[in-house]
Nanobody, 138 residues
Framework: QVQLVESGGGLVQNGGSLKLSCTTSGFHWDYYAIAWFRQGPGKEREAISCINFIDGTTHYIDSVKGRFTIFRDRVANTIALQMNNLKPEDTGVYYC???????????????????????????????WGRGTQVTVSS
């Protein structure tokens, strides 16, 4: 059974840093992608960063480039999201998700295009954690 659990959220001041972790079970990273999503107050959930273990690429939306880093934490055996220079607009619930299954419950096809470049991330990534709250005070 695919499971993901986020941790590391909290309250931080403007300009501060946090490191989120995504602990997974039930699948092997090497064949899939893992993405971090964010849902701000009154906003839609959006993909902000993604790591594709099939081709080794990482992806970021423009608003977090240069401030956030997604990486494989080999010591903790998690997928981490290091967030630096946090801003109040980064406030929200942060989720990690994988594309082992899509939102309809179908398994990822091996010949599918990169999930990190999907135009419909919410449909592509079908397995989710429960989220962790990040609050950045101004």
């Amino acid at each position: 059974q695919v499971q993901l659990v986020e941790s590391g959220g909290g309250l931080v001041q403007n300009g501060g840093s946090l490191k989120l972790s995504c602990t997974t079970s039930g699948f092997h990273w090497d064949y899939y992608a893992i993405a971090w999503f964010r849902q701000g107050p009154g906003k839609e959930r959006e993909a902000i960063s993604c790591i594709n273990f099939i081709d080794g690429t990482t992806h970021y939306i423009d608003s977090v480039k240069g401030r956030f880093t997604i990486f494989r934490d080999r010591v903790a055996n998690t997928i981490a999201l290091q967030m630096n220079n946090l801003k109040p607009e980064d406030t929200g619930v942060y989720y990690c998700a994988t594309d082992v299954f899509n939102s309809a419950g179908f398994p990822r096809r091996r010949d599918a295009a990169s999930s990190c470049e999907s135009r419909d991330s919410l449909a592509t990534f079908g397995s989710w954690g429960r989220g962790t709250q990040v609050t950045v005070s101004s």
